[in-house]
């Protein structure tokens, strides 16, 4: 592997972990409101005028390749969903996009894919050669990737991925050029919603190899809008040859880049953009509602929550973390440290299909009174003698919520140490097995919800950094994978996450919420959970 590739392979690592194992919530560009459910933008049709161009305020780099894009960066999301289609759309019950057919076995573990008769930017065919070559540069990138590791249902993916002993996924077959089929490890009736992100973008196998490390200076995508230049920060799209690029929707797209969020911000204030991110000051946040209102707001699927290490012999007794869990007042101190985000009230965020209103009703909320009667039967009446570390990262908004987690729970007589640490250690500490309770973020790569519950506590996955291992969650998530009734799907996905609440493994603390602001003459705008939009539904006005 090249220097270059090396470092775009470490860079993408690095981002990975800084945005999904430890979000830093306070000065997080995606900002938040107080809103829990947003409305789209107003839609009229006065002043109407097709084609136009569409100015976009983004900050720091942007990453116009698929495979270096982080979940948590909306700017390089809202990029890649220009430049690239996926095989399905970016929704819960997903539709075939690329793809003209998702055609499963009855028992889900084998898809045949058949594509739509579709073109890259340079006009090449989009073939099945082409989504194996996609998918498999994804499952190469290993733990750097989350796109990349949720492709540990296919089969073959060990032997690519972790022991590299295969020089291919194995599990994915081409059949003839537009046709490909995909065998899987487990049973999954949701492979179209999963395949429906952006991260996973169709890119062509000739100009990915022609280009090396150099193909995101140089995109060539498979969506709407092709990659036309770059002129000091802006990048320009332009609308794309074939289906694509027919669609409705400006003619033009320009990632006007900016060093902050807030030069972004004011760039928008001043009529330079049409869109932008808001900065996460209270005060901000304020302004930009009054002033602009709160159509473009809605929840955005990253969330933080705190681990109970089920390794850790402290905290084996089940009535121990259920009295953690009931003495902290998680809402308190959602609204007390993070104002405006958005309480989590389970572990699947509030907006994707299925999850329930209040997870927490009774298996976590707030109740000191309770918290002391289990502490009584674990200690026996008296004094608690095991501490509770309290694990954490540098930052002001870390600390500040381990300073109320802390008064918590010393409030019904359990001691508490805290353990902070830098930064770039923390990522790496975080996922050893050597925290005790520790802050975590997690992001959902699609709206179901199997994304916030098999991924993170299912046995044996690598993302099960708290190191649950319940046969019953396991029973429960396994047969809602290989369940094609969405109601049934959806009951079995709550079963699981109330025995996980139930058992005190995660602490729901709160989840992000996109504040974004859009100009009076964008119509037609409706973001996604992943902070995306879809760019061919909107018109601008004169």
């Known amino acids: 592997m090249s220097p270059r590739a090396v470092e775009a392979r470490r860079r993408n690592g690095r981002r990975l972990l800084a945005a999904v194992v430890a979000l830093a919530l306070a000065a997080s560009a995606v900002a938040c409101s107080g809103a829990e459910e947003s409305q789209p933008a107003p839609t009229t049709e006065a002043g109407f005028r097709p084609g136009g161009t569409l100015r976009l305020g983004v900050a720091g780099p942007t990453a116009l390749d698929p495979a270096l894009a982080v979940p948590t960066e909306q700017a390089e999301m809202i990029a890649i969903d220009l430049l690239y289609d996926s095989l399905a759309t970016d929704a819960n019950p997903a539709e075939p996009d690329l793809a003209e057919s998702f055609q499963p076995s009855e028992d889900h573990r084998r898809w045949r894919i058949v594509l739509r008769n579709r073109v890259f930017a340079d006009g090449s065919p989009i073939t099945a050669e082409d989504v194996k070559f996609t998918l498999e540069r994804l499952a190469r990138l290993g733990s750097a990737s989350l796109a990349g590791t949720r492709l540990d249902i296919v089969a073959g993916y060990e032997a690519l991925a972790v022991e590299r002993t295969a020089s291919e996924l194995s599990g994915v077959r081409v059949l003839d050029q537009r046709t490909l089929e995909i065998d899987l490890a487990v049973s999954y009736t949701q492979l179209p919603e999963l395949l429906g992100s ?49 669609a409705a929707g400006p003619d033009a797209v320009e990632l006007v880049g900016f060093d902050t969020v807030g030069d972004s911000y004011a760039a928008f204030e001043d009529g330079r953009v049409d869109w932008s991110l808001v900065p996460a000051e209270r005060e901000t946040l304020a302004e930009a509602a009054a002033r602009y209102g709160t159509g473009a ?14 390794h850790d012999p402290a905290y084996a007794d089940v009535r121990f973390r259920q009295a953690i869990v009931a003495a902290i007042d998680r809402e308190g101190i959602a609204r007390q440290v993070f104002p405006g985000r958005l309480p989590l009230r389970g572990l699947v965020a509030a907006g994707v299909p299925g999850a329930a209103d209040d997870a927490c009703t009774t298996a976590c909320a707030y109740d000191p009174d309770r918290a002391r009667a289990l502490l009584a039967e674990v200690f026996g009446g008296g004094p608690v003698t095991t501490t509770v570390v309290l694990d954490t990262y540098d930052d002001p ?7 109320a987690v802390t008064a918590d729970l010393q409030a019904v007589g359990i001691p508490v140490e805290h ?17 005790d309770v520790f802050s975590f973020g997690w992001v959902g790569i699609n709206p179901t919800q199997e994304a916030y519950l098999g991924p993170p506590f299912l046995s044996g996955s690598r993302d099960n950094v708290v190191g649950v291992s319940s046969e019953a969650v396991d029973a429960a998530i396994i047969r809602a994978r290989a369940t094609p009734d969405a109601a049934a799907r959806e009951a079995l996905y709550r079963e ?13 603390v709160v989840q992000l919420v996109t504040n974004q602001v859009v100009a009076p003459r964008v119509n037609g705008f409706a973001g996604r959970l992943d902070g995306t939009f879809d760019v061919t539904s909107l018109w601008l006005a004169d």
């Open 419 to 435: 353990r902070v640490k830098p930064f770039e250690e923390y990522r790496s500490f975080v996922v050893s097995g050597e925290a």
């Open 297 to 310: 707001f809605r929840s955005f699927g990253a969330e933080l929550w705190f681990g109970i290490n089920q």
């Open 496 to 508: 699981a996450e109330q025995r996980l609440l139930g058992d005190g493994v995660a602490i729901p």
């Open 397 to 403: 908004s870390q600390i500040e919520l381990i300073e």
């Open 198 to 246: 952006p991260l996973y973008g169709i890119v062509p196998r000739a100009a990915v190899q022609a280009a090396g490390d150099r193909f995101g200076e140089q995109p060539v995508g498979s969506g709407p809008y092709r990659f036309v230049g770059r002129d000091g920060s802006v990048v320009r799209l332009e609308r794309a040859p074939g289906p694509a690029g027919e």
